[in-house]
């Protein structure tokens, strides 16, 4: 069975990103730099839930809910 392709951020959504952080102001980025940040952004979001279940799980819950988030992401993002 072949590997299914890792989810990732559509380059259209990265550049809104880059977009609505600068003021609105349209940005040219070289597509190297989009898929660079949709990668990072994928690694940042796996680390945030994986670090998220693990705070689930030691409370004893089964669902990850905003607060086990909320928990984690001081910590994580100095990490980042």
């Known amino acids: 069975m072949a ?3 890792l989810p ?3 380059p259209a959504l990265i550049e809104k990103i880059f ?4 003021g609105g102001r349209k940005l040219r980025t070289a597509s190297d730099s989009t898929r660079l940040t ?3 952004m994928r690694v940042f979001v796996i680390e945030a839930m994986g670090r998220a279940a693990s705070v689930a ?3 004893g819950s089964d669902t990850i809910e905003p607060h086990h988030l909320e928990a ?3 910590e ?3 990490d980042f």
Do not use: G, M
């Open 19 to 22: 977009e609505q952080s600068w």
């Open 38 to 40: 949709a990668e990072f």
């Open 76 to 78: 994580l993002l100095l």
């Open 72 to 74: 984690v992401l001081p």
């Open 3 to 5: 590997d299914a392709p």
């Open 57 to 59: 799980k030691a409370e």
């Open 8 to 10: 990732t951020f559509k």
